[in-house]
Each structure stands twice: as C-alpha cells, then as structure tokens.
C-alpha cells in the first residue's frame, strides 16, 4: 500500500444538492509537492444556497440520526468512500498533512469509536435536572426541557491532525444540520466523514462539505446559527466578542512535576505526551514544569526523541510530523528565533531533516528556560516543541494557567485543587497520564454540548 | 484636411468600419487641427508623427500609455476642437478612483448614441425585452456606469429606476477593515431596491455580482425578481462560473443573465457573447474595432497565447476620444475574437484566490 500514488483525487463539494464539481478548483498537493487531490472551492452564494437550505431542512429523530452516525462510523472505518478504501484514505492523509500514518489509522479508529459513542458523549453535558422532551411526564410539575440553541451549525475544521474531526459529530447527534469548512492541509477527513455520513442516511441539506478560499471563509459562520473554528491567537481574537463563535485555539498543555516525585518513572509519559499522535496536537506538551533541576531531565527527554528515526509519513515506523521544505525550514527559523537565550537540548542546531523529495521530518527539539515564566513556554508548534522550565512553589499557578491540558505529576493534594479551580486550564490530569488522553463523555475543552444546548423551563397543566 | 479623411469616424450606426481605415482617420482627426489640446500639445514630445506613423490598428502599441495623465488634465482640453464651440457633452466621468485620484474623461452625445446602440443590440441578442422599465443598483454620481444605465433604460427599456450607490465609501471602509459598516451600506442599498422591486414592473435588473449575491440571500426578494424580472445584466466586478452556473440553473433559472466587462478609460463596456452555455465563464466582446482589447505578458506588452492569462490592455478610438495602450489592472484569459472583430476577447477576468495566510506558522491548526 506504500506504492506512489499519481492519480489525482477529486474531492467535491457536498452541497444541498449533493456533490458539486466547481469550475474553481484547488490542487491539494503532499509534502513533496506532487498533486494528490483537486479540491472544489464553492462562491459565496453557493454557500448562502446550502445554508438556507439547511435552515429548511428537518431534523431526523433522535433514535434515528444516532442510528445513522453509528453506521457512519462502520463506514468510515472500513468502507470505499469517493474512491479510497481506508488503506488509500490513510496514505493520502499521510503524504498530505505529513502525519505519521500509523497515526492516522489509529485516529480514523478513535475517530469512528467516538461516533459510535456520540449519543453516550453529549449525554453527559445535560444537566442532571434537564429532561429531553417536553412532553417527559417530569413537565406537567414544571422541569427543565434540554433544547438546541439553533439548528445549524457550521465549523471551520482543523488542517493539522483528522482527530478534531471526531467532535463535530456530535451537533448532529443532537440535531443539528452542519456545515463544514475543510482546511486545505487536509480535507480528505472530513470529505470522507461527510461521505460516510450521507451514505449511512443523513440528507444532503443536513451535513454538508463547504470548501471555500479564505474571502468567502465567514459565509459559513454568517449562514449558520452557530459556530466552531479552529486556529491560532489571531482566530480566536476575531471572534471573541462574537457569542454564537466558538473557538479552538492554541492547546498551550503543560506537564509539571513536583519535588516530590520521581520523573524517572514518569518518562515514558513525558516523551509521549510531548511526541505522541506526531507531536502536532493541542494535546501535545508544549512545556514541561519541573520543580528542581530540569537538566537531568531535559538530558533522558533528548536523548529519547534523539532516538526516533526520520522516515516519510507513509511509513509505517514513522513517528515525527513531515512538512514540505519551504514549510519546515519556515517552521526551523522560527523555532531558532524564539529559542535565543535558551539552553538548547534537541534541536538547538535546527530540527528538520531533508528527505530528499522535497519534504523535510520535523524532528523534535527540547529547550531548557531559565524561569518559570520564560515567554517561550507559551510557543506552541506543529511538531514534538518541548520548552522545559524550572518551578517553584513561589512562581505557582501563573506559569501553569491557559492549558487545554495539564498533567500534575505531584502528590500535593492542594495544589491540585487550585489547578482544578483555575478558570484558564481545561482539564487537569493528576499523575501518570499523557497530556493527549481522551475519553467519550469528557470534556474536551468544555463539552461542545454546553455550547450548543440550553434549558428552557416547561411547565403544563 | 478633407472631409473624406475623417468620415469612417462617422459612419452610420450600423455600418462597421475597417479598423485600420479607423486608425487613419483617428489620427488625422486628432492630430490635425480638429484634435484636443491635450492630444496637440502631448504630439510635440512624441517620438514619431502620428499623422504619417500610424497606419494600422497594429500601430497603436507604439503610443504610450497616458492614462494616468487623465488624472489632473483639465478635462475641456480632451475635447477634440472639431467639435466647435458648442461640443454636446454629456457629462464628465470619473475612473472608480481604486488606485489614489480618480482619472477623467469626457463623454460626448455622438459616442454615447453608438455605444448605446450597439449594446442595445447585444441585449436584444441576449434576448432582453424592450419596452419594460429598469431597476439599477449601480454606482452613480461621476462614474460612467449610472449614466449608461439611465440611457439604456430609456433608449431599450421605458423606466429607469435608480439609487445612490458611492463605490469609493465602500472600498474605504473594505480597506479601513470596517467590514461590518460596508455590510451595513450594500444592506441599505439592497433594501432601497426592495421598495422599488415590490411596486413597480421591474422587467430590467441592473446590479454588482455583490449586490445580487445579496438579493439571492433573501428569500423574499429572491421570489420577486423570479415574479417580475425578466433580464438580469450584471457588471462591475466579476461573476465566477460557479455562481453563473447556480443562478442561470437554480435561483433565477428564467431569467436572462448577461454580463457587462465595463471601463471608466474605454467610454462604455464589452458585451457577453451571447449564446455562451451554462457551465462556462463568461467571454466578452468589445466594441470592435472602436474598442479593442489585447491580453499582454504586463512586462513585454507582446500578446500572451489564446488560453493564456495576462493583462487587458485596451485600446478607445473614436471621434470624441483617443486613448490607446491603456494597461487594465484586470487579468484575463485571452479569447479568440468573433469573426471579423480586431483584437481579442477576453474571459476569467481577475479573480486572484487566496486561501488561508501561509505565513502564520505558530500554533497548531
């Protein structure tokens, strides 16, 4: 299955009206460059089209859309979508977005087990005192009545990994009609999970693909009733005073460790947290707090990612990110800049390795800061980027704060409740655990239900 | 000069001339003693005489291009002086004003009438019924397009119905990234056409692919053009293929839609050749050979392949005007011309796409 492939792929729009073919089509190119797909890229007035149509749309019943997302999910993990078998779909992904591939198949896998599971997750964001139905006999005493805050919902998706594929979903599971804008570094998940969806019942008005080129990116959000969009500091200032715009942005999750334990026996953790699933998540450690001397264990962490070889991502021992040269040298730059006046551990001389197609591994690199609150442990990036810093229990909770995860590797109980408390960090993971575990039925930032559903009292005689 | 020399300048309407005798008779025109003073006086620091060197319509890449000169001409000395006296303008235009002060241009009676009744013509190709009353959402004021409008509409419809529209408020608040008050502006405009859609027999739509893209939005306005509109021509910025394909076969599927490739420079706008199918861009025909077009390598000025990309070079040659070797800031495809038309056609015009910035590299989506 690792054989080149030259064919090009076309991936279509899904409107309402099914799948469209535009005129304007954008080369969807791997990381050494070669075409692997033609993305349809829509105008504006497609998209208002869509929209409005699924504005009109029906919503399928409970029982049944969860029905359909399980057979989706069968689907996608193991049927013929728009041409690819998932060996095909895995290969293109990798070559494509330079993720491992081995990454790719073990997240189509938590991709399709967490669609089996979508009606179990959003369960768990309802208040325990809210019933789903109006007519719930709880109502003729008065009760809360859990309801959607609108009907359509669209999301600008995330290019650097298929796993935020997996949270979508779930707005239909609870009734939505969704839209989705696929990021041009990837689009093949989420055509496919699109594909997947409409073959396993749901209509063309009520999950939609909306390629778009970035002028007509907002017609989505200004079609839709609510919104989700993944990016950097500069989406996410965008859209702050925007209330019907979720955003996902950096992950910044850190990892400390107290005085009191061993990171010997943690290492395995660290290393994984930091270069797991290819080190390109917003799961993935950006920075490592250690109260004590970080030296010795910025020494083992070097040494470990030292060890991993540099491989094309359709390998299947591949394990580091792969990005185009321009990209990854790019990326290298960057990373020397910030890290001026840093000790440098891995990657000190510059982290990517030239493959000789044109693509480039992004190896990882380790930085030791001076202080706890160095500016650089914020600096997240799209390879295994690790900042490791000193901490003490005077610099406490400021350094550790806006963390999508923290892993507190401590026995000090209090300290954990104040990282629990803290509003800025989204989930604390006490102990051995790495940065990237998930669950169906945990929150990931948040439950996305909490954004889409409210209560609304009902009462009846 | 004799009066023979300049004649083909005055065919009548309906009688095309031969380019090249055009060309002759231009230059005679404007660089004898019935020419503009701008014209007379730029002559003196040409390197060649236009009277004797120009020949051919081939030769009129040998002008420079004087087009930002319009900028802070006084426009009275773009009147040729055959004109006499009393020339009958009617009016003075301005260039959208895009790139810093907008350029000038004087539209006298003669011209406009031959414009006219050539687009008329290409309307009725189109299929446009005649006699019925227009709506326009086109800028107004000093940009030529309100007044091709307002002639049109009398000349090949009966009404013409029109709003303000300053396009120069709307590229400063797009630039100034005041995005929500320029949507605030187009919602205004579209709502004034509202009043005007639902009490009168609009038969004629004129309007900006942005402004009709806004109309598609609204359900209820979407209804009424279907009710009473009949022809849709557009113009102004362009329509991609997609959205062209989508209104000719979903949301106003019968009615006409023809397009209009316009220029401030070129004292009117190219016509959409009619007959194009629905699933293709649109190719536009200028009035040949008074306007003519050529798709150019910007760096060479040479004519790129017929299928390739370049910029629209355009050249006006007319009794009332002169202005050769005028570099658009539009790219197109250059197209072959419709038999016996001189220059090219052009199709795919601008369109630069930009997907998302390339350069913000941190953070991980």
């Known amino acids: ?461 | 000069m004799s009066r023979a020399a300049t004649e083909v300048l005055d065919l009548p309407l309906d009688i095309p001339p031969e380019p090249d005798e055009l060309i002759r008779a231009a230059m005679a025109w404007h660089f004898g003693p019935t020419g503009s003073p701008f014209w007379l006086e730029r002559a003196k620091s040409l390197p060649f005489d236009p009277l004797t060197d120009i020949r051919t319509h081939d030769d009129l890449t040998l002008f420079p291009n004087v087009a930002a000169e319009l900028r802070d001409v006084r426009t009275q000395d773009l009147i040729p002086r055959g004109y006499g006296q009393t020339p009958d303008v009617v009016g003075v235009f301005e260039s959208g004003g895009t790139t810093g002060a907008p350029k000038r241009v004087v539209l006298l009676r003669d011209w406009l009438e031959r414009m006219l009744h050539w687009s008329n013509l290409n309307l009725d190709a189109h299929g446009f019924e005649r006699g019925v009353d227009w709506l326009g959402l086109v800028p107004s004021g000093p940009h030529i397009v309100g007044e091709y409008f307002r002639r049109s509409a009398a000349t090949h419809g009966r009404h013409g119905f029109t709003l303000d529209l300053d396009p120069r408020w709307v590229k400063k608040l797009i630039a100034a990234g005041r995005r929500a008050d320029a949507d605030a502006y187009a919602e205004h405009l579209v709502d004034q056409a509202a009043f005007v859609l639902r009490t009168q027999d609009i038969g004629v739509l004129t309007i900006t692919p942005p402004l009709l893209e806004r109309i598609a939005r609204r359900d209820d306005l979407t209804e009424l053009v279907n009710e009473k509109v009949r022809a849709i021509r557009w113009g102004g910025t362009q329509l991609d293929p997609d959205s062209r394909y989508l209104y000719k076969t979903e949301i106003f599927p019968d009615v006409v839609l023809c397009g209009n490739y316009g220029s401030t420079m070129i004292l009117g706008f190219a016509g959409e050749r009619p007959g194009l199918p629905d699933d293709a861009g649109c190719v536009f025909d200028p009035y040949s050979p008074y306007v003519t077009f050529s798709v150019v390598n910007p760096e060479t000025l040479r004519p790129v392949g017929y299928g390739d990309r370049g910029r629209v070079l355009v050249h006006h040659v007319s009794k009332s005007f002169f202005l050769p070797n005028n570099l658009e800031r539009d790219t197109a495809t250059r197209i072959e011309p419709l038999a016996g038309h001189t220059g090219d056609a052009v199709a795919d015009i601008a369109a630069v796409t930009t997907f998302e910035n390339e350069n913000v590299i941190e953070g991980v989506y």
């Open chain 1, 1 to 461: 299955m690792n054989a080149p492939r030259s064919d090009v792929v076309p991936l279509d729009a899904l409107g309402a009206r099914g799948p469209y073919r535009a005129h304007n089509r954008l080369a969807v190119t791997d990381v050494a460059g070669q075409e692997s797909a033609e993305l349809s890229l829509v105008p504006p007035l497609f998209v208002d089209q869509t929209m409005k149509a699924m504005h009109r749309a029906a919503t399928p019943a409970p029982d049944e859309r969860i029905g359909m997302i399980g057979r989706a999910a069968e689907l996608f993990a193991t049927a013929t979508l728009n041409g690819l078998t998932p060996d095909a779909y895995a290969y293109r992904v990798s070559r494509v977005g330079g993720t491992p591939i081995s990454v790719v198949q073990a997240t189509a896998t938590a991709i399709a087990a967490r669609l089996r599971k979508a009606h179990y997750s959003v369960e768990h964001a309802r208040p325990t005192g809210a019933v789903h139905r109006w007519d719930d006999p709880l109502t003729r005493t008065g009760r809360a009545v859990w309801v959607r805050s609108g009907n359509v919902f669209a999301v600008h998706a995330a290019g650097n990994h298929p796993g935020p594929h997996s949270l979508w979903p779930e707005a239909l599971a609870l009734g939505y009609r969704v839209a989705v804008r696929p990021s041009r570094r990837e689009p093949f998940t989420p055509h496919r999970l699109v594909t997947a969806l409409r073959a396993a019942g749901f209509g063309d008005d009520q999950v939609a693909l909306l390629p778009t080129d970035h002028t007509t990116a907002d017609a989505l959000l200004r079609g839709a009733d609510l919104g989700l969009v993944y990016g950097g500091e500069d989406v996410v200032r965008k859209y702050a005073s925007d209330p019907s715009v979720l955003t996902q942005g950096p992950g910044r999750s850190k990892i400390l460790l107290t005085r009191e334990v061993d990171w010997r026996e943690h290492l395995d953790t660290i290393v994984d947290s930091v270069s797991g699933h290819g080190g390109t998540g917003c799961v993935n450690t950006t920075a490592l707090f250690v109260e004590g001397d970080p030296a010795p264990l910025c020494a083992a962490l070097a040494e470990r990612l030292a060890a991993v070889p540099s491989l094309p991502p359709e390998d299947p021992a591949a394990a580091f990110p792969v990005q185009p040269l321009a990209t990854a040298k790019a990326l290298e730059a960057h990373l020397l800049h910030q890290a001026s006046g840093t000790r440098p551990w891995l990657g000190g001389e510059g982290m990517l390795d030239e493959l000789g197609d044109g693509s480039a591994v992004l190896r990882a690199a380790v930085h030791q800061l001076d202080r706890p609150d160095a500016p650089q442990a914020a600096v997240e990036l799209p390879f295994p980027c690790v900042w490791v810093a000193p901490w003490t229990r005077e610099a406490g909770l400021p350094p550790l704060r806006n963390s999508l995860v923290l892993t507190a590797v401590t026995h000090d109980d209090r300290l954990v409740a104040e990282l629990v408390e803290e509003p800025s960090i989204s989930n604390v993971y006490v102990g051995n655990h790495r940065t990237y575990w998930m669950e169906s039925g945990l929150p990931h930032d948040g439950y996305l239900a909490e954004f889409l559903m409210r209560c609304k009292s009902v009462i009846r005689d």
